[in-house]
């Protein structure tokens, strides 16, 4: 397969899986900005910081405004992790690639960016309809992952597809759950209840299994394993790196770049360290540095693939 075409189906999914999260994540806090529940008035800050470049100064300006940041989360070409830049670019990635994507794959990635990019979205994200046009283009998001999976053939594009997903995955688990505990100082022990986790627990679609499965009053623990540590749960950090694993492995095994050693230790460093982490062991200061350098070492990871597989620089 050429190095362009790897690249391509890499990129081309990982904007996709963040298309997804993003959304995920917007239609979670518009819900939730609606209700002024026990912690206050909804504030977008950690989205704006999570999705967003903007200074201090310009967050101050729209982050108690949910039409001004879903302009900015959606819409803005200023903003490189806006909805429309990254679907821009997946389509990009996915027009270079026609002949080595399905029919209906093309489709879909074209069916977002044309609803993305339709002229009457800017108004609906100011009014009543904001809410049914993110819960539209999740939808959308949703029905491009069923797409891949029952057209895509098995090869090795599709292990290219699947690590660069999982990869993603990974970084946004990462980078939520750094921002939910962020707000509580890393303290496992500042017990919050189940209405503080909301947010961060649908953002991951997981509230539903966090309450049919946890039990007892170590909640902040609970959701901290859940979304790093759980192997059952498709979206925490260690399932992604274990789904990782696999396509990897077999991607390395199909080919013999000159690293491949070296690229079999990097990723065995990251994933052992989630996998065999001493839960009990992670305290205040180890949690920030814990998730700080997960998300960290799956972006030079990412690049390492890229220099191997993609003749990066």
């Known amino acids: 397969m050429l190095s362009r075409v790897a690249d391509s189906m890499f990129w081309m999914n990982r904007y996709m899986e963040r298309a997804e999260g993003l959304l995920r994540v917007l239609l979670t806090n518009y819900v939730l900005s609606l209700d002024k529940g026990p912690y206050g008035v909804h504030s977008w800050r950690p989205v704006l910081e999570t999705f967003g470049n903007l200074s201090d100064e310009e967050m101050k300006q729209i982050e108690y405004s949910s039409a001004n940041t879903l302009q900015y989360l959606i819409l803005s070409r200023a903003n490189s992790n806006s909805l429309r830049s990254i679907i821009n670019k997946a389509r990009e990635n996915a027009r270079g690639m026609q002949d080595h994507i399905t029919k209906e794959v093309w489709e879909e990635v074209n069916l977002m960016y044309h609803t993305v990019n339709q002229p009457g979205l800017e108004k609906k994200l100011s009014g009543a309809e904001a ?28 292990n290219f597809m699947n690590i660069g997903r999982l990869i993603e995955r990974a970084v946004l688990t990462a980078d939520i759950t750094y921002k939910q505990f962020e707000q509580i100082k890393f303290d496992l022990d500042d017990h919050k209840d189940i209405l503080y986790w909301r947010n961060l627990l649908l953002s991951l679609s997981g509230y539903e299994l966090h309450m049919k499965n946890y039990q007892g009053s170590a909640t902040n623990m609970n959701v901290l394993h859940q979304a790093i540590f759980n192997h059952h749960f498709p979206r925490s950090a260690v399932y992604s790196l274990s789904r990782t694993e696999k396509y990897l492995t077999e991607v390395l095994e199909e080919n013999e770049p000159p690293q491949k050693q070296m690229i079999y230790r990097e990723f065995g460093r990251i994933y052992s360290r989630v996998k065999f982490a001493d839960e009990s062991s992670i305290k205040q200061i180890t949690l920030q540095r814990f998730l700080q350098d997960t998300k960290q070492d799956l972006l030079k990871f990412s690049h390492v693939l890229g220099q191997q597989f993609f003749s990066y620089a």
């Open 131 to 158: 809410l049914p046009s993110i819960d539209k283009l999740l939808k959308l998001s949703l029905t491009y992952v069923g797409v891949i999976d029952t057209t895509m053939p098995r090869g090795m594009g599709w």
